[in-house]
């Protein structure tokens, strides 16, 4: 099994809602990310979680909070957003891959297209 | 790899004609290099991946990337395109960090 699982694939909310992105993987990864992508740029990385810990914040805003329950879960829950924030948000995992000489590729899940409104 | 750079932000080709995807990079260590493709409102897809076994890698989809270290480059090419393959391309480069670093993206157009 070789899948990201995201849920919802869609979600429109206001800018006064609270809702949750999950992301779910069953490959036995380590270390499991967000990224949010705008149209016609790349991915940017908003979180990563390494041994369910938080080891980067890209700087994120407070009205976005990560949470890794487990190891195979990761949530992004999501508070008072502005309409910029609309974006296709972005889970992935890895093999923890700290070592120079072992650093694995990103199994990307399909995503959650969110509009804030 | 510390940096990417994909030279080529739009590739038009006619479908059945080679397709070249060109990326450099730059880094100060032996860098893991990977080409990932996403077809609109999707996920990225991952095409191959080259962590310094064989320079020549071969991927899915009939793709296939060469490391080259003395002109830092790791280019995407593909005999013959399909309709199927329009989609937008990216080169990754990742290092000693949980981190990986992205090109801009190569849209990749394939007419009749």
């Known amino acids: 099994d070789t899948e990201v699982t995201q849920t919802p694939k869609h979600l429109v909310m206001g800018m006064t809602n609270k809702k949750s992105l999950k992301c779910e993987q069953h490959?036995?990864?380590?270390?499991m990310y967000w990224y949010k992508q705008k149209a016609k740029k790349p991915p940017e990385l908003m979180f990563v979680y390494s041994y369910e810990k938080l080891s980067i914040n890209e700087s994120v805003p407070s009205r976005f909070s990560p949470e890794c329950p487990n190891s195979s879960l990761l949530n992004l829950h999501l508070h008072a957003l502005q309409p910029e924030d609309s974006a296709l948000y972005l889970c992935?995992?890895?093999?923890?891959?700290?070592?120079?000489?072992?650093?694995?590729?990103?199994?990307f899940g399909q995503g959650t297209r969110l509009t804030v409104v | 790899a510390q940096s990417v750079t994909q030279l080529d932000s739009h590739v038009s080709v006619s479908e059945g004609t080679p397709v070249l995807l060109r990326c450099n990079y730059s880094s100060s260590y032996s860098p893991s290099l990977f080409w990932y493709v996403q077809h609109p409102n999707k996920g990225l897809q991952l095409l191959l991946k080259y962590t310094s076994a064989a320079t020549l890698v071969k991927g899915i989809n009939g793709f296939e990337a060469e490391f080259k270290k003395s002109e830092t480059s790791f280019h995407l090419t593909k005999p013959s395109a399909h309709m199927s393959d329009a989609a937008e391309y990216f080169c990754?480069?990742?290092?000693?960090?949980?981190?990986?670093?992205f090109g801009t993206g190569t849209r990749l157009q394939v007419f009749p």
């Open positions: 990754v480069g990742s290092g000693n960090t949980d981190k990986l670093i």
């Open positions: 992935a995992s890895s093999q923890e891959g700290r070592t120079p000489s072992r650093t694995t590729e990103a199994f």
């Open positions: 490959m036995g990864h380590r270390a």
